[in-house]
């Protein structure tokens, strides 16, 4: 508890900075990312199949399996259709996978890869089991809630929930609940085991 208070203190206070703003969505787009502090970059692949990187600035619409980095001192909050929000703190990448909107919450979907660095989510309109957040030792289900997800190098994710609950897995199926207040951590395997 103590390392993520550690880490959570610096990067949340990030997080406290970029508020919340809302959009209007064009048909095609997932989300748009409404404030960007400092190096935000987006890499996709367009329409030939050729993988584009651009500096990804306030406002920009994104798009699903973009990838989304920040620098040293960088962040950004994205913005979903279904009114999801989605802080990247400094020093982070995450991969868009999935957005899949329905005007009907119960058939939306979010799936959202987080590979390093601290984040926060706020459910949006969607049914809660349309959420889905993944880390390299962990998966997250959403239960209608807000939390907070800080991933190391090594993959060791800590998530410590604000309000709703977090259904918290690793990858032998292993899973617990966590309800607001709490926070649990999810370690990688010892070297030679998977």
Excluded: H, W
């Amino acid at each position: 508890m103590a390392r993520f208070s550690t880490y959570a203190t610096v990067a949340l206070a990030f997080c406290v900075l970029v508020a919340a703003d809302s959009f209007a969505a064009k048909k095609d787009d997932i989300g748009s990312a409404d404030r960007v502090v400092n190096q935000v970059e987006g890499t996709y692949a367009d329409s030939s199949n050729a993988t584009v990187t651009k500096v990804v600035k306030s406002e920009d619409r994104l798009r699903a399996n973009e990838v989304i980095t920040t620098g040293p001192d960088s962040g950004t909050e994205i913005s979903f259709i279904d009114e999801t929000l989605f802080t990247i703190g400094p020093e982070s990448s995450v991969v868009l996978d999935e957005f899949v909107y329905d005007s009907d919450p119960s058939k939306g979907r979010l799936a959202i890869t987080a590979t390093k660095g601290v984040f926060r989510f706020l459910s949006g309109k969607f049914a809660s089991s349309a959420y889905e957040i993944k880390t390299p030792t962990a998966t997250m289900g959403v239960r209608g809630t807000f939390f907070d997800v800080i991933v190391e190098e090594d993959g060791l994710t800590t998530v410590a929930v604000q309000e709703g609950e977090v259904e918290l897995a690793n990858f032998d199926g292993e899973a617990i609940l966590i309800p607001a207040g709490l926070s649990s951590i999810v370690k990688p395997a010892p070297p030679g085991e998977f």
